[in-house]
């Protein structure tokens, strides 16, 4: 079984920050990309950030120069660190992870999330 926990995320003011974090665990081979997704109520989940399993970065236009995705691969952890957040970063944030498992000796690749968690950024 594999499982994603996200945690860190909470109310905080414009201008504040806030830092989540990601842990992967079960039986895991490797971990390929790691993300970060957002949903705002009615709206559809967007992606906020990616991560490859060598540290190559993407961004969503809206958070470039204010979040940062980084990882320990060690660790099979994924953060996003949000600064200047704003009231229209407010939104569940989910984890996601493309996970490969190994099953008979062959590796087979799929894609996982967290359950969630709610970051509220006040005006």
């Known amino acids: 079984q594999v499982q994603l926990v996200e945690s860190g995320g909470g109310l905080v003011q414009a201008g504040g920050s806030l830092r989540l974090s990601c842990v992967a665990s079960g039986n895991i081979f490797k971990i390929n990309a790691m993300g970060w997704y957002r949903q705002a109520p009615g709206e559809q989940r967007d992606l906020v950030a990616t991560?490859?399993?060598?540290?190559?970065?993407n961004y969503a236009d809206s958070v470039k120069g204010r979040f940062t995705i980084s990882r320990d691969n060690a660790k099979n952890t994924v953060y996003l660190q949000m600064l200047s957040l704003k009231p229209e970063d407010t939104a569940v944030y989910y984890c996601?992870?493309?996970?490969?498992?190994?099953?008979?000796?062959?590796?087979?690749?799929?894609?996982?999330w967290g359950q969630g968690t709610q970051v509220t950024v006040s005006s």
């Open positions: 991560i490859t399993s060598g540290g190559s970065t």
């Open positions: 996601n992870a493309e996970i490969l498992l190994l099953r008979g000796g062959i590796s087979y690749s799929y894609a996982y």
